[in-house]
C-alpha cells in the first residue's frame, strides 16, 4: 500500500514526534543529548530552520520547528540519520534507530504558543518532574532566561511577544501560562483536523486550501458504532475492548477503532479517548500507530476496509 502524503511546507511551523524503534535507547546518556541538540543547533545556524521548542526523552523526542530552506522531511532525515550513525557507532548496533516516519503537524501561528506549552509540559504530564524547568533536556528554561550553551538557538520572541511588558514581566507570564494547565493529560497543544493538519476547520482554512483539500459535511459513525462494528469484526466483547487488559490482539483492537474513528470517520481525539477511557495522549498514539499500519500491515489494511465496506467510515 503506497505511503501517505506527507503534508508540510517552508515558513510553518510544524510540530514533529518521532519514537525509538524497538526497545532502542534514542539516548543513554548527557553526551547523546547534547550531541543531537548540537546538531540541532548547527542546523538552525544554516539557516534550515528554526526552533521554538524541543524536549527529549530515552524514546522519543517532540520539536516545534519552521522549515525554511528545505523540505522538513529532508531537514529531519538529516537530523536523525546523523545522530543515528553516531548512536550505532558508539553503542556497536545496525539498523534503524528512530521507528519507521516520524510524525509531523503543521498548524498555523496562532496556535504555536499551544503547541510550545504542550512540549514543555510532556515530562511533568508524565509524572517524572513537578516543574517543566526542572528537566535539562526541553527548551522551557530558555524561555525563562536560564540559558545555557547548548541551547542559545531556540527562537522565543514569537511567543513572549504574546505577553505584555518588559522582558522578564513577560517570562513569568508564559511561566504562568505553561504551568496553568500542568495537571492536565499529555496532548499536542492542537488536535489533528486530518491528517498531518492541526486546528479546527476555521483555524486551518488556509492550510486546508494550500493543501488542495476539502472537508465535507458528511454523516459521521458515532465511536460506540465503530466499536461495536470493531468488536463483531475481531470476534470480542465491548467489555474487553474498553478494559485495561492489554492482550496484544485487544491493543490492536483498540488502535483499529481509533483509527478508524479518527481518520476514517472524522471523530476527534477526544471524543475516541472519552469512549476508550484513556487520555489524548494514548489515544494519538494509537493512531499514529495505525497510520504506519496502514503503510506497511496488510491484514490492518483489510480491517480498515472491511470496516469501510459495512459503510461505517469513508
Same mark, same amino acid.
Given at each position: 500500500?503506497?505511503?501517505?502524503?506527507?503534508?508540510?511546507?517552508?515558513?510553518?511551523?510544524?510540530?514533529?514526534?518521532?519514537?525509538? @524503534?524497538? =526497545?532502542?535507547?534514542?539516548?543513554?546518556?548527557?553526551?547523546?543529548?547534547?550531541?543531537?541538540?548540537?546538531?540541532?543547533? /548547527?542546523?538552525?545556524?544554516?539557516?534550515?530552520?528554526?526552533?521554538?521548542?524541543?524536549?527529549?526523552?530515552?524514546?522519543?523526542?517532540?520539536?516545534?520547528?519552521?522549515?525554511?530552506?528545505? %523540505?522538513?522531511?529532508?531537514?529531519?532525515?538529516?537530523?536523525?540519520?546523523?545522530?543515528?550513525?553516531?548512536?550505532?557507532?558508539?553503542? +556497536?548496533?545496525?539498523?534503524?534507530?528512530?521507528? =519507521?516516519?516520524?510524525?509531523?503537524?503543521?498548524?498555523?501561528?496562532? %496556535?504555536?504558543?499551544?503547541?510550545?506549552?504542550?512540549?514543555?509540559?510532556?515530562?511533568?504530564?508524565?509524572?517524572?518532574?513537578?516543574?517543566?524547568?526542572?528537566?535539562?533536556?526541553?527548551?522551557? =528554561? /530558555?524561555?525563562? +532566561?536560564?540559558?545555557? #550553551?547548548?541551547?542559545?538557538?531556540?527562537?522565543?520572541?514569537?511567543?513572549?511577544? /504574546?505577553?505584555? =511588558?518588559?522582558?522578564?514581566?513577560?517570562?513569568?507570564?508564559?511561566?504562568?501560562?505553561?504551568?496553568?494547565?500542568?495537571?492536565?493529560?499529555?496532548?499536542?497543544?492542537?488536535?489533528?483536523?486530518?491528517?498531518?493538519?492541526?486546528?479546527?476547520?476555521?483555524?486551518?482554512?488556509?492550510?486546508?486550501?494550500?493543501? @488542495?483539500?476539502?472537508?465535507?459535511?458528511?454523516?459521521?459513525?458515532?465511536?460506540?458504532?465503530?466499536? #461495536?462494528?470493531?468488536?463483531?469484526?475481531? @470476534?470480542?466483547?465491548?467489555? /474487553?475492548?474498553?478494559?485495561?487488559?492489554?492482550?496484544?490482539?485487544?491493543?490492536?483492537?483498540?488502535?483499529?477503532?481509533?483509527?478508524?474513528?479518527?481518520?476514517?470517520?472524522?471523530?476527534?481525539?477526544?471524543?475516541?479517548?472519552?469512549?476508550?477511557?484513556?487520555?489524548?495522549?494514548?489515544?494519538?498514539?494509537?493512531?499514529?500507530? +495505525?497510520?504506519?499500519?496502514?503503510?506497511?500491515?496488510?491484514?490492518?489494511?483489510?480491517?480498515?476496509?472491511?470496516?469501510?465496506?459495512?459503510?461505517?467510515?469513508?
Amino acid at each position: 500500500m503506497p505511503r501517505s502524503r506527507r503534508i508540510s511546507w517552508l515558513n510553518y511551523p510544524h510540530l514533529v514526534v518521532a519514537q525509538a @524503534n524497538g =526497545g532502542a535507547r534514542l539516548f543513554s546518556d548527557e553526551d547523546d543529548f547534547r550531541h543531537y541538540l548540537m546538531l540541532l543547533r /548547527q542546523m538552525v545556524r544554516d539557516h534550515l530552520l528554526r526552533v521554538y521548542a524541543f524536549c527529549l526523552r530515552e524514546h522519543e523526542v517532540r520539536l516545534v520547528v519552521r522549515p525554511s530552506r528545505l %523540505m522538513l522531511s529532508r531537514i529531519i532525515q538529516r537530523l536523525h540519520g546523523k545522530h543515528t550513525a553516531r548512536i550505532n557507532q558508539k553503542c +556497536g548496533r545496525i539498523g534503524h534507530l528512530f521507528r =519507521g516516519r516520524f510524525r509531523s503537524i503543521v498548524f498555523n501561528d496562532n %496556535m504555536l504558543i499551544d503547541v510550545v506549552r504542550s512540549v514543555h509540559l510532556w515530562p511533568v504530564r508524565g509524572g517524572q518532574f513537578r516543574r517543566p524547568e526542572l528537566y535539562p533536556f526541553s527548551s522551557h =528554561g /530558555q524561555y525563562l +532566561g536560564m540559558s545555557t #550553551e547548548h541551547i542559545d538557538f531556540i527562537s522565543t520572541k514569537e511567543v513572549l511577544e /504574546q505577553f505584555p =511588558g518588559d522582558s522578564e514581566t513577560k517570562r513569568r507570564a508564559f511561566s504562568r501560562f505553561v504551568e496553568s494547565v500542568a495537571l492536565e493529560p499529555d496532548d499536542f497543544g492542537i488536535d489533528e483536523l486530518m491528517p498531518g493538519i492541526g486546528g479546527s476547520i476555521e483555524q486551518s482554512k488556509d492550510l486546508l486550501a494550500k493543501a @488542495n483539500l476539502t472537508i465535507r459535511p458528511i454523516k459521521k459513525s458515532s465511536v460506540a458504532t465503530l466499536a #461495536e462494528r470493531t468488536t463483531l469484526l475481531l @470476534n470480542i466483547s465491548l467489555e /474487553q475492548l474498553i478494559g485495561t487488559t492489554r492482550r496484544q490482539e485487544l491493543v490492536m483492537a483498540r488502535r483499529l477503532l481509533a483509527t478508524a474513528a479518527v481518520l476514517g470517520a472524522g471523530r476527534t481525539v477526544t471524543e475516541v479517548a472519552l469512549f476508550l477511557r484513556r487520555d489524548k495522549a494514548q489515544i494519538s498514539r494509537l493512531v499514529a500507530q +495505525g497510520m504506519d499500519l496502514m503503510q506497511n500491515n496488510e491484514a490492518f489494511s483489510l480491517m480498515l476496509e472491511s470496516l469501510k465496506a459495512k459503510g461505517a467510515i469513508n
